[in-house]
């Protein structure tokens, strides 16, 4: 017989294996390890007295404008144990899970490295979920990957500088160049430097400059969760991207990277599924640099209403 219910904490450890390393520390909590304070919900699924399945939640509670939303951190079946709907039951605990969290819908992130990706978004369309959207372009290499194209870029930072390029820490920026900030943001919320700035790494953030005025940024952050150090952000003027101001950006923080937290630690770049512009780049300027990985992150959703 087949039972689906709550994880509670003293039975966690034996459901560590149906869920991803990152997120098993989160299996029988109520809030997140980071503090967000974010609502964890664990679903196990026990067959003749053996986990055989889990669902992972992460709650959002509604806040001003935005609605409550679930993610499903991860769903999980053992292989041997396939096929007698147990993914099925997973799924109605989720969305009821879900539901009394007043949540307006559940949304799931897949890579396109996903072991069995086409067993799982299977599963998504069967229970009703939207089709997988791209949602993010990813890539992560080691800090030392400048050291590699070092003869091939030097030609064009040299040609960049005698364009006025300059990259600087991000707090070294003035009242007057948050203005500037803030008229080239607009109303472009993707853009806006501010929704990203209590989340950076100052160490490994950088205000773009031609003659010394602010044309853009990249920011980094250093999550202790994740391991890393990724880059969310980069923006220059539209008058500046043809030119390669944003890879000279990354270029040169990077190097600060390298210096600051070795030559071996990880960078990752990633930028949403709609920058196509930006995700042509990442394919031709820096896959060529031997990244450890590329990765596609794709979403899917199901709506609560």
Same mark, same amino acid.
């Given at each position: 017989?087949?039972?689906?219910?709550? =994880?509670?904490?003293?039975?966690?450890?034996? %459901?560590?294996?149906?869920?991803?390393?990152? %997120? *098993?520390?989160?299996?029988?909590?109520?809030?997140?390890?980071?503090?967000?304070?974010?609502?964890?919900?664990?679903?196990?699924?026990?067959?003749?007295?053996?986990?055989?399945?889990?669902?992972?939640?992460?709650? *959002?509670?509604?806040?001003?404008?935005?609605?409550?939303?679930?993610?499903?951190?991860?769903?999980?079946?053992?292989?041997?144990?396939?096929?007698?709907?147990?993914?099925?039951?997973?799924?109605?605990h989720?969305?009821?899970?879900?539901?009394?969290?007043?949540?307006? $819908?559940?949304i799931?992130?897949?890579?396109? #490295?996903?072991?069995?990706?086409? =067993?799982?978004?299977a %599963?998504?369309?069967?229970?009703?979920?939207?089709?997988?959207?791209?949602?993010?372009?990813?890539?992560?290499?080691?800090?030392?990957?400048t050291?590699?194209?070092?003869?091939?870029?030097?030609?064009?930072? #040299?040609?960049?500088?005698?364009?006025?390029?300059?990259?600087e820490?991000?707090?070294?920026?003035?009242?007057d160049?948050?203005?500037?900030?803030?008229?080239?943001v607009g109303?472009?919320?993707?853009?806006?430097?501010?929704? %990203?700035?209590?989340?950076?790494?100052p160490?490994?953030?950088?205000?773009?400059?031609?003659?010394?005025?602010?044309?853009?940024?990249?920011?980094?952050?250093?999550?202790?969760?994740?391991?890393?150090?990724?880059?969310?952000?980069?923006?220059?003027?539209?008058?500046?991207?043809?030119?390669?101001?944003? =890879?000279?950006?990354?270029?040169?923080?990077?190097?600060?990277?390298?210096?600051?937290?070795?030559? $071996?630690? =990880?960078?990752?770049?990633?930028?949403?599924?709609?920058?196509?512009?930006?995700?042509?780049?990442?394919? @031709? @300027?820096?896959?060529?640099?031997g990244?450890?990985?590329?990765?596609?992150?794709?979403?899917?959703?199901?709506?609560?209403?």
């Amino acid at each position: 017989m087949i039972k689906i219910g709550p =994880v509670h904490g003293a039975d966690a450890k034996a %459901f560590a294996a149906l869920t991803y390393p990152r %997120f *098993r520390e989160l299996l029988g909590t109520e809030s997140t390890a980071d503090g967000t304070g974010r609502h964890v919900t664990s679903i196990g699924a026990i067959l003749e007295g053996r986990p055989v399945g889990l669902a992972l939640l992460r709650h *959002r509670a509604a806040g001003g404008d935005a609605p409550g939303e679930t993610r499903m951190l991860s769903v999980m079946v053992s292989r041997g144990s396939r096929r007698r709907g147990i993914g099925w039951g997973l799924m109605q605990h989720a969305v009821s899970a879900a539901r009394r969290a007043e949540s307006r $819908k559940l949304i799931a992130y897949h890579s396109n #490295r996903t072991r069995d990706r086409e =067993v799982f978004e299977a %599963f998504l369309a069967a229970s009703g979920w939207t089709p997988p959207k791209l949602a993010e372009f990813r890539l992560g290499g080691h800090a030392d990957w400048t050291e590699k194209l070092t003869k091939s870029w030097d030609p064009m930072m #040299r040609r960049l500088a005698g364009l006025g390029y300059a990259a600087e820490p991000w707090d070294s920026i003035t009242d007057d160049d948050r203005a500037v900030a803030d008229a080239l943001v607009g109303d472009r919320e993707s853009f806006n430097y501010r929704t %990203f700035e209590p989340h950076i790494d100052p160490a490994i953030s950088l205000v773009l400059r031609r003659h010394g005025r602010l044309v853009g940024w990249i920011f980094g952050e250093s999550p202790e969760v994740e391991g890393y150090h990724h880059y969310t952000n980069g923006y220059v003027i539209p008058e500046l991207q043809a030119l390669g101001w944003v =890879v000279a950006g990354l270029h040169d923080v990077c190097r600060r990277q390298a210096e600051i937290y070795g030559p $071996k630690s =990880v960078a990752v770049y990633e930028t949403v599924g709609e920058n196509a512009r930006m995700i042509g780049f990442m394919k @031709r @300027r820096l896959v060529p640099a031997g990244p450890l990985w590329v990765d596609e992150r794709y979403s899917s959703a199901l709506a609560l209403e």
